[in-house]
T-cell receptor
Framework: TQLLEQSPQFLSIQEGENLTVYCNSSSVFSSLQWYRQEPGEGPVLLVTVVTGGEVKKLKRLTFQFGDARKDSSLHITAAQPGDTGLYLC??????????FGKGTRLSVIA | DAGITQSPRYKITETGRQVTLMCHQT?????MFWYRQDLGHGLRLIYYSAAADITDKGEVPDGYVVSRSKTENFPLTLESATRSQTSVYFC????????????FGPGTRLLVL
């Protein structure tokens, strides 16, 4: 079974700071997805990265897929309280459903 | 457009009782999933279904039963609830396998006393 390790588990920062969270695996993934889950809600897809080395931007969020397709990072510039939530990475594992990491819980303090 | 809905949103029950959590999606997605989310464990897959009348076990299937007689519905039944089944349960759907977006319902918060 392919595993996805996310770090850090918890992150608390002040509004305006920059941050990076990581998603790592010893296995190669054909693609990786990032989801954000806000308190009391289900996860919502932010982005899918497919090509090794790919960089995608979503406003202040920058997603990168590692060249070897074993890792991914999410960088947030000038974090805002609305960025607070649980960030999950997920990847397909053969013919079985998505494998999810345990997530990074981000708290942005105003 | 309703998307994917779950009911009830909150449920309190007692040990030993049977509980059914409902999930309904309006997109005619082939795949549907049930997860439980607990602190320290993340999202764990309970059961999934690739199409009507096809179901498969996930990571933590013990104590749960599913059925999928219609494409749009995927109920999850706890046959005899235990305290360890206290959790937040999420239903999800996806059009097909691969890189497709997976859509999650709002969750059901279940407390077993």
């Amino acid at each position: 079974t392919q595993l996805l390790e996310q770090s850090p588990q918890f992150l608390s920062i002040q509004e305006g700071e920059n941050l990076t969270v990581y998603c790592n695996s010893s296995s190669v993934f054909s693609s990786l997805q990032w989801y954000r889950q806000e308190p009391g809600e289900g996860p919502v897809l932010l982005v899918t990265v497919v090509t090794g080395g790919e960089v995608k931007k979503l406003k202040r969020l920058t997603f990168q897929f590692g060249d070897a397709r074993k890792d991914s990072s999410l960088h947030i510039t000038a974090a805002q309280p609305g960025d607070t939530g649980l960030y999950l990475c997920a990847g397909p594992s053969g013919n079985t459903p998505l494998v999810f990491g345990k997530g990074t819980r981000l708290s942005v303090i105003a | 457009d309703a998307g994917i809905t779950q009911s009830p949103r909150y449920k309190i029950t007692e040990t030993g009782r049977q509980v059914t959590l409902m999930c309904h999606q309006t997109w005619s997605h082939s795949y549907m999933f049930w997860y439980r989310q607990d602190l320290g464990h993340g999202l764990r897959l309970i059961y999934y279904s690739a199409a009507a009348d096809i179901t498969d076990k996930g990571e933590v299937p013990d104590g749960y039963v599913v059925s999928r007689s219609k494409t749009e519905n995927f109920p999850l039944t706890l046959e005899s609830a235990t305290r360890s089944q206290t959790s937040v349960y999420f239903c999800a759907s996806r059009r097909r396998a691969g890189q497709e977006t997976q859509y999650f319902g709002p969750g059901t918060r279940l407390l077993v006393l």
